[in-house]
T-cell receptor
Framework: RKEVEQDPGPFNVPEGATVAFNCTYSNSASQSFFWYRQDCRKEPKLLMS???SGNEDGRFTAQLNRASQYISLLIRDSKLSDSATYLCVVIGLGTGFQKLVFGTGTRLLVSP | DTEVTQTPKHLVMGMTNKKSLKCEQHMGHRAMYWYKQKAKKPPELMFVYSYEKLSINESVPSRFSPECPNSSLLNLHLHALQPEDSALYLC??????????????FGPGTRLTVL
């Protein structure tokens, strides 16, 4: 089983739609969680950190469910510019250093 | 300044060449990283530097040689690479290497092609 699993997609949605991605992680000791966005042939860019209490940044909402070991990302009112690959990233505790474990990414395509 | 810069953007080299990739950050971060990313795959960690010391080498072949001249700079020296080493090489930095919650910021990467 992979440490971090995501549905690769692609998710094809029209502009204005709401779309949700889930991600599961296997290491229950994981302590930090992030969503990164990666455009084609570009570097990953931090979208948001994910906290147990949930957090929102404009049209983006991230949630963490520690009991079920999954993380979600909700995008409301999708824009064409949201088309990208969304990477779920987890950091484990006790590794002594900050090793990011990446999911394989979920591809989102927003169409007019 | 929340930027990690990398040079060159693109590099084509032969299997007998020696070249270096450079990475720089001026955010006062004490941890720097090298990742390798193949097409349609997530980044794979290669090396971690913490306070200018190599902390982690993820079993990377010796034809890749990292160097951290100071807290702002990270190099990756390349020698006798193979065509399968062609990939996007990403540098990242974070405030600290240990603990939780330290977000990593990535540079734009060097797209390497080995002929």
């Amino acid at each position: 089983r992979k440490e971090v699993e995501q549905d690769p997609g692609p998710f094809n949605v029209p502009e204005g739609a709401t779309v949700a991605f889930n991600c599961t992680y296997s290491n229950s000791a994981s302590q930090s969680f992030f969503w990164y966005r990666q455009d084609c042939r570009k570097e990953p860019k931090l979208l948001m950190s994910v906290y147990s209490s949930g957090n929102e940044d404009g049209r983006f909402t991230a949630q963490l469910n520690r009991a079920s070991q999954y993380i979600s990302l909700l995008i409301r009112d999708s824009k064409l510019s949201d088309s990208a690959t969304y990477l779920c990233v987890v950091i484990g505790l006790g590794t002594g250093f900050q090793k990011l474990v990446f999911g394989t990414g979920t591809r989102l395509l927003v169409s007019p | 300044d929340t930027e990690v810069t990398q040079t060159p953007k693109h590099l084509v080299m032969g299997m007998t060449n020696k070249k270096s990739l450079k990475c720089e950050q001026h955010m006062g971060h004490r941890a720097m990283y090298w990742y390798k990313q193949k097409a349609k795959k997530p980044p794979e960690l290669m090396f971690v530097y913490s306070y200018e010391k190599l902390s982690i080498n993820e079993s990377v072949p010796s034809r890749f040689s990292p160097e951290c001249p100071n807290s702002s700079l990270l190099n990756l020296h390349l020698h006798a690479l193979q065509p399968e080493d062609s990939a996007l090489y990403l540098c990242a930095s974070s405030f600290e290497a240990g603990g939780s919650g330290n977000e990593q910021f990535f540079g734009p990467g060097t797209r390497l092609t080995v002929l």
